[in-house]
Structures are given as C-alpha cells and as structure tokens.
T-cell receptor
Framework: EDQVTQSPEALRLQEGESSSLNCSYTVSGLRGLFWYRQDPGKGPEFLFT???AGEEKEKERLKATLTKKESFLHITAPKPEDSATYLCAVQGNTGNQFYFGTGTSLTVIP | ETGVTQTPRHLVMGMTNKKSLKCEQHLGHNAMYWYKQSAKKPLELMFVYNFKEQTENNSVPSRFSPECPNSSHLFLHLHTLQPEDSALYLC???????????FGDGTRLSIL
C-alpha cells in the first residue's frame, strides 16, 4: 500500500539555523512527489513537484530533493515567517489518489 | 477572483441538520477533489471529479453527497452527520494525474 511518513513531527529552530525535513515514501511507481506549506486556518499551499530521483527544486530559502525512497526539504537560514506545517504527498501509478503524510510543524524563533 | 474559494469558512450544525459546502475554482482545472483533514491525521481523500464525472469515492459514508455541476463548481451536501465528522473540509483542483493540486482554505465543520 502507498504511504508517506514525515519526520520530525515538530521542529523548533532559531532564526538562521538551517535544517532539513524528511519525507519517506512507499509507492508503486512514483508519478510525482509534492511539497506543501500549510499555515493555521488556511489550506495547503503548493511549493514543489519532484518527478524522478536526483531532481532538485529551489524557492527562496527552500530546496527540495528526491531519492528513490525519500525526499528532503532543506531550509537555509530560516526566518520566523517560514513557521508553518510542511506536508508531503505522493502519487503512484495506481489511480489518481494523492497520499499525504501527517506533516512537520516548523517553528522558527526570532 | 483567483484560486480556489470555499464557503462557508465555518459551519456549526446539529446532527439532524442538512447543509451544503461550496467550492469554486478559477484556475481552469478539469479535476476537483474533496478532502477531510483531522488533527494528527493525514489528509483523507473523499471524492474525485474529472470533467464533472465522479472517478473516485473513497468509501465515504452516504451522509456525505458530492455534486459537480461543472468543472468550476463542487458541492458537498451534508445530512445526519455524526460528531466524528467534525473536521476541516478542503476542496482542491488540478489538471489531473501527476499534476499538483491547489487547495482552498477549507470549511471548519463542527457537529453538535
């Protein structure tokens, strides 16, 4: 069965302290891996799509990477406004369903 | 107006009430989705529509009834809900397989 595990569940960083979030996945034929950011009281906001191992995408302080078993979201020199829950989802080649992880709650302290 | 818009943002209803959630997308997408988000749980896919046709129903109880009159609008009709149905209901749209989904801000539903 397709599934996604995110770690850590929660992460507290000092402003400027770089770190990485992990998304491990099991899927039958990866069609795509997706990263989202969710702020309290809001819906998930799309960040990146990765399609094949070795692929990387960057946006401001965020960089997403992909291997055959996991994806990392690297946050470089985070700011308080980067505080949010980061969600990972995968889509396999059986059906149209996205499988989401439970997310990593990131808090960046000034 | 752009993106995916959901109304109402908050809804409190009794177990015997009937209400509807509305979703509208202005992105020109052909696929629309309903998800349920509960605390500490992954997003649960409920229904998928492609070009107005329902393509997935993830064993959702019949007290939830979706309707998709066109590619831009999606409804979720609710009746005789249970307290465990209290959650954030999210609508999303997308271009289909292996394309990202774009979400609205959800309806926070509370069942008394």
């Amino acid at each position: 069965e397709d599934q996604v595990t995110q770690s850590p569940e929660a992460l507290r960083l000092q402003e400027g302290e770089s770190s990485s979030l992990n998304c491990s996945y099991t899927v039958s034929g990866l069609r795509g891996l997706f990263w989202y950011r969710q702020d309290p009281g809001k819906g998930p906001e799309f960040l990146f799509t990765l399609y094949s191992a070795g692929e990387e995408k960057e946006k401001e302080r965020l960089k997403a990477t992909l291997t055959k078993k996991e994806s990392f979201l690297h946050i470089t020199a985070p700011k308080p406004e980067d505080s949010a829950t980061y969600l990972c989802a995968v889509q396999g080649n059986t059906g149209n369903q996205f499988y989401f992880g439970t997310g990593t709650s990131l808090t960046v302290i000034p | 107006e752009t993106g995916v818009t959901q109304t109402p943002r908050h809804l409190v209803m009794g177990m015997t009430n009937k209400k509807s959630l509305k979703c509208e997308q202005h992105l020109g997408h052909n696929a629309m989705y309903w998800y349920k988000q509960s605390a500490k749980k992954p997003l649960e896919l409920m229904f998928v529509y492609n070009f107005k046709e329902q393509t997935e129903n993830n064993s959702v109880p019949s007290r939830f009834s979706p309707e998709c009159p066109n590619s831009s609008h999606l409804f979720l009709h609710l009746h005789t809900l249970q307290p465990e149905d209290s959650a954030l209901y999210l609508c999303a749209s997308g271009r289909g397989a292996n394309q990202p989904q774009h979400f609205g801000d959800g309806t926070r539903l509370s069942i008394l």
